[in-house]
C-alpha cells in the first residue's frame, strides 16, 4: 500500500526558512502526483504546492509562490518542500498527499482530489 511520511517540522523564526520531507513507498503505478496541503487551527485544509512524477509539474499556492519551492528526489523516494521567508501565516500542520493519475496529468490542488495521506508535521512560525 501507498505509504507516506512526513518529517521536518519544527519551530522557525519569522522570516526563516525549513525544508519538510515525505518519504514515499507503496506505489503500484509510476504516474502519481504528491502534493504539501496544510492546515491552520479554524481554518479549512489547503493546497500548498503539488508535483508530477510524470513530467516534474508543479503548482503553488498564490501565497507561496516565490517563497516555497517543491521538488522530487527519485532515487531516495522522497519529496521535499523548501519553504523561506516563513511568516506567521505559514504556521500550520502540513501533511504529505498522494494520488494516482490514472493517465490524466492535470494537477489537482484540492484535497478531495488525494487519496492518500500522511500524518502531518507541525510547524511553528514566532515573531
Known amino acids: 500500500e501507498v505509504r507516506l511520511v512526513e518529517s521536518g517540522g519544527a519551530l522557525v523564526q519569522a522570516g526563516g526558512s525549513l525544508r519538510l520531507s515525505c518519504a514515499y513507498s507503496?506505489?503500484?503505478?509510476?504516474?502519481?502526483?504528491i502534493g504539501w496541503f496544510r492546515q491552520a487551527p479554524g481554518k479549512e485544509r489547503e493546497g500548498v504546492s503539488c508535483?508530477?512524477?510524470?513530467?516534474?509539474?508543479?503548482y503553488y499556492g498564490e501565497s507561496v509562490k516565490g517563497r516555497f519551492a517543491i521538488s522530487d528526489d527519485n532515487a531516495g523516494n522522497k519529496v521535499y518542500l523548501q519553504m523561506n521567508s516563513l511568516q506567521a501565516d505559514d504556521a500550520a500542520v502540513y501533511y504529505c498527499?498522494?494520488?494516482?493519475?490514472?493517465?490524466?496529468?492535470?494537477?489537482?490542488?484540492?484535497?478531495?482530489?488525494?487519496?492518500?495521506w500522511g500524518q502531518g508535521t507541525q510547524v511553528t512560525v514566532s515573531s
Open positions: 498527499a498522494a494520488r494516482y493519475t490514472y493517465s490524466r496529468n492535470t494537477l489537482r490542488t484540492r484535497p478531495y482530489g488525494y487519496d492518500f
Open positions: 507503496g506505489f503500484s503505478c509510476e504516474e502519481y502526483h
Open positions: 508535483i508530477s512524477s510524470v513530467d516534474d509539474s508543479t
